[in-house]
């Protein structure tokens, strides 16, 4: 072999190599729900995220950092949690001085330390498999913090319409009821399927969550959230029916806790609104 040729193979080595790296640094890992966010509509993320020059951010699942290098750059500091070791292995070295990784489940990491230096503000594009659960974790931290502004999360547009639902349609239950008591919900941008690679099976929303106090006083939040659960698991049923598998075994009479709560027995679980769940669940945990 001619020394031209020797490196002409070597070159087409270090190119094939090349090209693996790079998809490689992409491929997707469907256990974490890897869906990564296209180019064009990153920007378009970022602005409905509305960061500001002296914000901290956490950011949930960072991925390649196509939001992340977006977003460090227009806050002050930012905190991006990936439970991908190889990815935020390669995001890493990139990020600016501002940013920093840490390599964990966020299901399992305490929030509330972080929020010792100022409020935290929340962003992701979130995996969808574990959705639900971060986002009731965030609520239980803005909860207990009383420091985190808001969450602004990129979901599948099914759990989004059940985050804004309102009373009495047929996505309210659970996911809105124990949401909306802590927060302000709004939509703020709607993609297709093709706004991601590779292509998730569903459309996508970006919805903020606006922390406040309660809504309503609920009383004991145990309580109060087992009710909720038992009687959304039953939803075709009277609330009179919805109700016993709850307060038969706590030795309460459903029918006379909705007499002083002043509902009537007949109706469906989805027709009450927070304020009559509140006084519901309070009248079964004084009786
Ligand atoms: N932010 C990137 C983007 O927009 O292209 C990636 C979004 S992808 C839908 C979700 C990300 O969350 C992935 O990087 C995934 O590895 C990460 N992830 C999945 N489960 C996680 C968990 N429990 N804790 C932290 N990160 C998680």
Redesign the pocket.
Known sequence: MSFREAIEREMAKQRRMQLATDEGRWR??KR??????EPAW?DK?VDAIAPLPDDRFL??????????TRLASRVRELTA????RD?AARLTPSLPPNARMLV??????DLAPMTSDGPLRVA???????SSP?IFKLIESARRTRAIPDATV?LQLEVAERLIATVGTADYGVLAILTQLHADVTRVLTLPPGA?RPMPKVRSAVVRLAFRPPAVDIGDQTTFERLVRTIFTQRRKTILNALRPFAEPLGRDPASALARAGIDSRRRPETLDLRELAALAQRLHEA
């Open positions: 997707a890992r974490f729900g890897q869906h990564f966010l990153a993320v950011e949930i699942g960072p991925g390649p950092g196509i939001l992340t949690i990936e439970i991908d990815l964990a489940d966020v299901l399992s990491v992701g594009n979130l995996p969808y498999y574990v971060i990129m991601f």
